[in-house]
């Protein structure tokens, strides 16, 4: 992993039913009017995430995070809230 300021920018829950993680990632990229991949393979970390839902039941969020510089290379700024 590439040492760095890690920015998370998408963070969804991993549902049957729902927008896949990756889909969010790509959506949150267009809604930027960015319709390509502008990052590295190492400049992208994904994290899942185990939580404990409402009825107590166990699930999963997945966060995509990015490097800050590679947003920085982009004109976006890094301290943005996850999506």
């Not at 990756?22 to 994904?46: C, H, K, N, S, T």
């Amino acid at each position: 992993m590439v040492a760095g300021e890690w920015v998370p920018v998408v963070r969804c829950r991993n549902v049957s039913g729902g927008m896949p993680p990756r889909l969010a990632f790509a959506a949150w990229l267009r809604e930027r009017g960015i319709d390509w991949m502008p990052f590295a393979a190492d400049e992208v970390v994904i994290n899942p995430m185990r939580v404990q839902e409402s009825d107590g039941r166990m699930g999963c969020v997945v966060e995509f995070c990015v490097l800050a510089t590679a947003l920085r290379r982009l004109g976006l700024h890094p301290d943005q809230t996850p999506g």
